[in-house]
């Protein structure tokens, strides 16, 4: 076999420190075990690692709990991941090591005092050390397998993460990935499900999921997924502009209203939002509030539009003064603008004001020249 780089003898020599002599009963081992693990230690010391792996197998065919042999078995192969001799894959090997140090782990479980006996805590920590790197290790190899576009090769490494790893929410958006490369938005939903499942306040999930209901014309589920967003970020726009948008979707108007006065609470300056609660409160006729916002619209934005919006609204409530005062707002922004000059003399008629209705009779003469 080939001689190591210097940190591979490192890890040989962080090995035989976890080859001690472990005090609890149910480590005692006796017979042919007993000198094959004697003799296992012996080629583990002298680097022969394939002889010392064969004899360590063999103690647990007998003694199959045995933390020492489990331990070793477990450094060995991933020794192998770390730098691999000719032949071996080293994505086989960091998942024997993993199914190795959770067979310790399951020892450790399986004995309430083992913190009492001698060299358990150091084998532990580095147990849950080494699975951490392994983890790593693998989820690297998944990365590059789905950079290169080997999409079932890498689902498959990722779904084998979750084995040892059932809570990692990475390994759960590295399959979401995957499912959205595949085209399987309803798997993909799940893994979002399961990632939420884990935890539940992950923003950048709920996003997801609320995006997608949404773009599904789900707009029930949308709108419960937007909330909680609002929750999470109350200053971030788009969460209640979206709820908004997906409760006018269902016809629930009031709450539609509600959301978009939330954006202008957070952002004044939101012609569209304003726009929006000004055409929603007329569906509700709710008078004094369709009044309020088609005026603020017409303040932060001046268009023409936005003037014809005000005034139309204006007539059709009676309001002759208040029209005729945003239909001359309309006229100067367009002194071409027919329309306006002849909305004047009618409103001029209603409301009986002379003044008016010479100034725009003159002007509606002067256009018609």
């Keep these: 076999m080939k001689r190591f780089t210097s940190i591979f003898i490192l890890i040989t020599m962080m090995m035989l420190v976890f080859t001690v002599s472990l005090s609890a009963k149910s480590q005692k081992i006796r017979g042919k075990s007993k000198v094959d693990l004697r003799s296992a230690n012996l080629y583990l010391q002298s680097q022969k690692f394939e002889k010392a792996l064969g004899l360590y197998l063999k103690v647990i065919e007998e003694t199959p ?35 190795y140090y959770q067979k310790v782990k399951a020892v450790f479980d399986s004995i309430p005092d083992w913190r009492e006996y001698n060299g358990f805590e150091d084998i532990y920590k580095d147990t849950n050390l080494k699975l951490r790197s392994i983890w790593a290790k693998i989820f690297i190899i998944g990365q590059n397998e789905l950079s290169e576009d080997r999409i079932n090769e890498s689902e498959a490494i990722f779904e084998d993460l979750l084995l040892f790893a059932p809570d990692s929410i990475k390994t759960y958006m590295m399959l979401a990935m995957i499912e959205e490369k595949k085209g399987d938005k309803e798997k993909q939903m799940k893994y979002f499900s399961r990632i939420l499942e884990k935890n539940p306040n992950n923003e950048q999930v709920i996003e997801i999921m609320a995006n997608n209901f949404y773009e599904k014309a789900e707009y029930d589920k949308a709108a419960e997924y937007y909330i909680r967003l609002t929750v999470l970020n109350p200053t971030k726009v788009d969460n209640f502009s979206y709820a908004a948008f997906s409760y006018y979707n269902l016809k629930d108007y009031t709450k539609s209203l509600e ?35 088609l005026i603020l619209a017409f303040e932060k934005e001046p268009s023409k539009e936005n003037a014809a919006a005000i005034v139309i609204y204006l007539s059709g409530k009676n309001l002759w003064d208040d029209a005729i005062k945003y239909a ?15 909305m004047l003399l009618y409103f001029a008629d209603k409301a009986n004001n002379k003044t008016i209705k010479a100034k725009y009779q003159k002007i509606f003469n002067d256009l018609n020249k």
């Design 259 to 293: 959301y978009f006065e939330k954006v202008y609470e957070i952002d004044p300056n939101n012609v569209e939002a304003i726009a929006n609660a000004a055409s929603i409160a007329q569906t509700l006729k709710n008078d004094e509030k369709s009044k309020k916002y």
């Design 65 to 99: 709990d045995n933390v020492e042999s489990l331990k070793n078995i477990a450094d060995i192969h991933f020794k192998f991941g770390m730098e691999p001799e000719e032949g071996m894959i080293p994505l086989n090997e960091f998942k024997e090591s993993a199914v």
């Design 328 to 342: 001359e707002k309309w006229y100067e922004l367009d002194k071409s603008n027919k329309d306006a000059v002849q």
